[in-house]
């Protein structure tokens, strides 16, 4: 199962290597493998800017709703299943799909841990821990760099490995043993600190703003207690998961996060743009439609009675 995941990933993230080691000619760069990443997510949110476009109309229409959910909610305060029953008759009725707001979420989850064993992948050395999900480490610095990883070639592992932004290698973190370490050559742990940590920050500050950003949209399409409740867990401690979560994630799994979070931001901000000039232009039309207002000049003398 975790292949149907892993290959594609991958399959990306070596096209965009490619394509950035023939551009800035130096397959073992830094940056060019960094873009590789960045540009791996830009590719899956390109593919995702329907379903991300319907999760805004799905907003708007639920905001317009808001009156009619206000009233059902009073009416069946303590009946839930009544309440759920009506609510969904009422999104039937005005042909709102909750889930579509879920899709683009949903569909991101396990690229992110794809990419993550892709990436960890890239250097299998260490003490042999097994873990369910992500396999093990029990090769040694020589097995690993001479063993492919899904699609990518053992000298592609080898450029990998060689890779470094900054003077910290892309697949490292903070808190990797020191037995892994070891597999990218003289590499401290200070020169990886010094580069995931500023990540960890515009990370975490690129989060929130975005969950931010989410929560002002969302006004009017629900005032429930569980609804606020994930806002300020998405405004304030999401935000923080990217700084205590980040001495536990490779560099490049960082950029990830930043790029990801960056094409949200400007994403929003030109979707929001775009449905706020249809809804203009539609009210324009209606406008247009029903014609001039016309207005019934007072009779003779009635201004003067009235000022009486």
Request: charged fraction near 15%; include cysteine; proline fraction near 6%.
């Given at each position: 199962m975790?292949?149907?995941?892993?290959?594609?990933?991958?399959?990306?993230?070596?096209?965009?290597?490619?394509?950035?080691?023939f551009v800035l000619q130096s397959p073992d760069s830094g940056i060019a493998w960094s873009l590789a990443v960045i540009f791996l997510v830009f590719t899956l949110r390109a593919v995702l800017i329907r379903p991300f476009v319907k999760q805004f109309r799905t907003q708007r229409q639920m905001q317009k709703l808001g009156p009619q959910i206000s009233e059902l909610r009073r009416e069946h305060r303590g009946d839930r299943q009544k309440l759920a029953?009506?609510?969904?008759?009422?999104?039937?009725?005005?042909?709102?799909?909750?889930?579509?707001?879920?899709?683009?979420?949903?569909?991101?989850?396990?690229?992110?841990?794809?990419?993550?064993?892709?990436?960890?992948?890239?250097?299998?050395?260490?003490?042999?821990?097994?873990?369910?999900?992500?396999?093990?480490?029990?090769?040694?610095?020589?097995?690993?760099?001479?063993?492919?990883?899904?699609?990518?070639?053992?000298?592609?592992?080898?450029?990998?490995?060689?890779?470094?932004?900054?003077?910290?290698?892309?697949?490292?973190?903070?808190?990797?043993?020191?037995?892994?370490?070891?597999?990218?050559?003289?590499?401290?742990?200070?020169?990886?600190?010094?580069?995931?940590?500023?990540?960890?920050?515009?990370?975490?500050?690129?989060?929130?703003?975005?969950?931010?950003?989410?929560?002002?949209?969302?006004v009017g399409v629900t005032d429930s207690p569980q609804s606020a409740l994930m806002n300020n867990l998405a405004v304030w401690v999401f935000p923080a998961g990217a700084i205590v979560g980040g001495p536990f994630l490779p560099i490049a799994i960082l950029l990830y996060w930043l790029a990801n979070n960056g094409w949200t931001l400007a994403q929003q901000h030109i979707v929001l743009r775009r449905l706020d000039a249809e809804e203009t232009a539609a009210q324009a039309v209606v406008l247009k439609a029903a014609g001039p207002v016309t207005r019934t000049r007072p009779a003779p003398g009635e201004g003067r009675r009235r000022k009486r």
């Amino acid at each position: 199962m975790l292949d149907l995941i892993c290959y594609p990933v991958s399959a990306i993230l070596w096209f965009w290597h490619k394509v950035f080691a023939f551009v800035l000619q130096s397959p073992d760069s830094g940056i060019a493998w960094s873009l590789a990443v960045i540009f791996l997510v830009f590719t899956l949110r390109a593919v995702l800017i329907r379903p991300f476009v319907k999760q805004f109309r799905t907003q708007r229409q639920m905001q317009k709703l808001g009156p009619q959910i206000s009233e059902l909610r009073r009416e069946h305060r303590g009946d839930r299943q009544k309440l759920a029953a009506q609510m969904q008759a009422l999104q039937r009725a005005n042909g709102v799909n909750p889930l579509l707001g879920c899709l683009p979420v949903l569909i991101q989850i396990p690229v992110f841990f794809g990419l993550y064993h892709v990436l960890r992948s890239f250097n299998r050395t260490g003490g042999g821990v097994d873990m369910p999900f992500f396999g093990s480490d029990s090769m040694t610095i020589e097995q690993n760099a001479n063993t492919p990883n899904y699609i990518f070639s053992a000298s592609d592992v080898q450029s990998f490995l060689d890779a470094k932004l900054f003077g910290a290698p892309l697949s490292a973190m903070i808190t990797m043993p020191s037995e892994q370490l070891e597999a990218f050559g003289d590499v401290s742990r200070l020169a990886i600190a010094l580069v995931a940590i500023p990540l960890m920050l515009v990370a975490a500050v690129a989060t929130h703003f975005t969950a931010r950003a989410n929560r002002a949209r969302s006004v009017g399409v629900t005032d429930s207690p569980q609804s606020a409740l994930m806002n300020n867990l998405a405004v304030w401690v999401f935000p923080a998961g990217a700084i205590v979560g980040g001495p536990f994630l490779p560099i490049a799994i960082l950029l990830y996060w930043l790029a990801n979070n960056g094409w949200t931001l400007a994403q929003q901000h030109i979707v929001l743009r775009r449905l706020d000039a249809e809804e203009t232009a539609a009210q324009a039309v209606v406008l247009k439609a029903a014609g001039p207002v016309t207005r019934t000049r007072p009779a003779p003398g009635e201004g003067r009675r009235r000022k009486r």
